[in-house]
């Protein structure tokens, strides 16, 4: 059985961004505070604060953030399935993301409560404090 990492609620609101694949590394995602930036042969997106993206922008906006608290070997299973199953069975849709120490997953503001609620139920300790949407 994996255990059960902490989890923390990060501020504000995030979006989404889908840029052209030969788009360069945008300027106005820059700044303090969680960025993903992904490049395939299909696109560039951005995960970033939902306050810096441009209005003409490409994105699907008010997501929030959960962070796994602590790092985690490469080899050990079921560390990510641990928070995405419990999400998945109340119905949260979700954008997972990994970096090189641990992982994010967002949930739209709207089904946050119910993120929470999920996550709590399955053992998780989920820190931070959920602002309105």
């Not at 504000?12 to 106005?28: N, V």
């Not at 560039?44 to 209005?55: I, L, T």
């Not at 399955?122 to 959920?130: L, T």
């Amino acid at each position: 059985m994996a255990p059960k990492p902490d989890l923390h609620l990060l501020e504000d609101q995030y979006a989404i961004c889908q840029l052209e694949a030969s788009s360069l590394i945008p300027a106005w995602a820059m700044g303090e505070g969680f960025l993903r930036i992904s490049r395939s042969e299909e696109e560039v997106s951005v995960v970033c604060h939902q306050n810096r993206v441009p209005p003409e922008i490409k994105a699907e906006r008010g997501w929030r953030c959960i962070r796994w608290v602590g790092r985690f070997d490469f080899g050990l299973p079921g560390i990510l399935a641990s928070v995405l199953n419990p999400l998945a069975r109340a119905g949260v849709g979700i954008f997972a993301v990994s970096t090189y120490n641990t992982d994010y997953v967002l949930v739209k503001a709207h089904d946050l409560d119910r993120a929470m609620a999920a996550l709590e139920r399955a053992g998780h300790v989920v820190s931070g404090v959920a602002l309105d949407p």
